[in-house]
């Protein structure tokens, strides 16, 4: 479980966002430049509100009341980037294992799974220039899931993916959150992926949460299909 009741003044407007969520998939759902990104940041711990509470499951990550604003590194929250954010000079493998803190017979076991269930068991040797956009989404989910986190954070993760492989791994995305059962938290602005990966969809507007998409969506960026999706 995951809860978050936050506000932040931004340079365009204030941020100002509420929502829980139980073991499930929820979209963080707007235009480019609403907030999302911001949102991930500060549950990750990148990036302090001005105020509000952040809580999973008993612990506090950030408090206003009490001060409290944990280290990203206590949190166990992993962050998959937009870009994936994969080290060109390391090889596959050793582009999963970084950051693990502990390497035994449990984290192998942890590894074989996940590498046979992303289907990238081919891949290991593999140098990063020399995989295509479906793979290395693959591995820097792989990686995420590496460190076991509680709360797992995917900033728009099949953006850059041709239309095959965005459908594939949406069914990949939902079958590893019923098997981790942990929070993900998803940031799009692609109707289809919210509606595809979504149990809980949170409309964002220049920073303030919203019952539905505002008409002004409908008009200029994505046509009527949102109101089908959504409404």
Same mark, same amino acid.
């Given at each position: 479980?995951?809860?978050?009741?936050?506000?932040?003044?931004?340079?365009?407007?204030?941020?100002?966002?509420?929502?829980?969520?139980?073991?499930?998939?929820?979209?963080?759902?707007?235009?480019?430049?609403?907030?999302?990104?911001?949102?991930?940041?500060?549950?990750?711990?990148?990036?302090?509100?001005?105020?509000?509470?952040?809580?999973?499951?008993?612990?506090?990550?950030?408090?206003?009341?009490?001060?409290?604003?944990?280290?990203?590194?206590?949190?166990?929250?992993?962050?998959?980037?937009?870009?994936?954010?994969?080290?060109?000079?390391?090889?596959?493998?050793?582009?999963?294992?970084?950051?693990?803190?502990?390497?035994?017979?449990?984290?192998?076991?942890?590894?074989?799974?996940?590498?046979?269930?992303?289907?990238?068991?081919?891949?290991?040797?593999?140098?990063?220039?020399?995989?295509?956009?479906?793979?290395?989404?693959?591995?820097?989910?792989? +990686?995420?899931?590496?460190?076991?986190?509680?709360?797992?954070?995917?900033?728009?993760?099949?953006?850059?993916?041709?239309?095959?492989?965005?459908?594939?791994?949406?069914?990949?995305?939902?079958?590893?959150?019923?098997?981790?059962?942990?929070?993900?938290?998803?940031?799009?602005?692609?109707?289809?992926?919210?509606?595809?990966?979504?149990?809980?969809?949170?409309?964002?507007?220049?920073?303030?949460?919203?019952?539905?998409?505002?008409?002004?969506?409908?008009?200029?960026?994505?046509?009527?299909?949102? +109101?089908?999706?959504?409404?």
């Amino acid at each position: 479980m995951l809860t978050v009741d936050i506000k932040k003044k931004l340079s365009n407007f204030n941020l100002n966002i509420s929502f829980t969520i139980p073991n499930k998939t929820l979209v963080l759902f707007g235009p480019s430049g609403c907030g999302k990104t911001t949102i991930l940041r500060c549950i990750a711990g990148l990036l302090k509100p001005d105020e509000g509470t952040i809580v999973s499951n008993e612990t506090i990550f950030y408090s206003s009341k009490t001060a409290t604003d944990l280290p990203a590194r206590t949190r166990n929250v992993s962050y998959m980037f937009q870009d994936f954010a994969l080290f060109p000079h390391m090889n596959v493998k050793h582009n999963i294992w970084y950051g693990v803190k502990t390497h035994n017979q449990q984290a192998n076991e942890l590894y074989e799974k996940l590498i046979i269930l992303l289907k990238i068991e081919h891949l290991p040797h593999r140098t990063i220039k020399d995989l295509s956009g479906g793979e290395k989404q693959r591995i820097a989910m792989v +990686r995420a899931l590496m460190a076991e986190p509680k709360i797992l954070l995917l900033d728009e993760p099949l953006s850059a993916l041709d239309s095959q492989s965005r459908y594939e791994l949406q069914d990949e995305l939902k079958h590893l959150q019923t098997i981790w059962n942990i929070p993900f938290i998803l940031v799009t602005h692609s109707p289809e992926e919210a509606q595809a990966l979504g149990d809980k969809v949170v409309f964002i507007d220049q920073g303030q949460q919203v019952a539905e998409p505002p008409p002004s969506w409908n008009i200029n960026i994505y046509g009527k299909k949102i +109101r089908r999706f959504f409404l």
